[in-house]
């Protein structure tokens, strides 16, 4: 069997370097960025909070953008409904991948999870009123 390549595009076929210790001073920078190699991990814990509260809301969002899709297919719903459900909806998308996108901040993530949350309320109150 020839030696697998030592570079490519996934992950098994790619070099290994050894990273420095993971550093525990905050991360400084932009707020929303995509993580270096110099960053630590988030833990455990915290990626396991944050991906259960987006889960949450995505399961929410499907449920009612099932419903809208249904009551628009069947002309069932107002004519401001629809450009408030679209509108609600990338609102609430934009502020949770803003929330992972900011995973190296203390506090930022948990705000924009909680920004996450209003569209939706909102959008199950449109729904509630419309259809």
Do not use: N
Request: hydrophobic residues 50%; neutral net charge; glycine residues 8%.
């Amino acid at each position: 069997m020839p030696d697998a390549p030592t570079t490519g595009w996934l992950p098994m076929f790619t070099e290994t370097a050894d990273l420095p210790a993971q550093r525990r001073e905050p991360v400084t920078g932009r707020a929303f960025r995509m993580p270096a190699e110099t960053d630590p991990e988030p833990s455990s814990r915290r990626l396991l909070a944050m991906s259960c509260w987006a889960g949450t809301l995505g399961v929410l969002g499907l449920a009612v953008a099932i419903r809208s899709l249904a009551a628009i297919f069947a002309g069932a719903a107002p004519s401001w409904y629809e450009p408030a459900i679209v509108g609600t909806g990338v609102t609430g998308i934009a502020f949770t991948v803003g929330a992972f996108a900011s995973i190296h901040r203390r506090h930022l993530p948990w705000l924009m999870l909680t920004l996450a949350t209003f569209p939706l309320s909102a959008a199950m109150a449109a729904t509630a009123v419309a259809i």
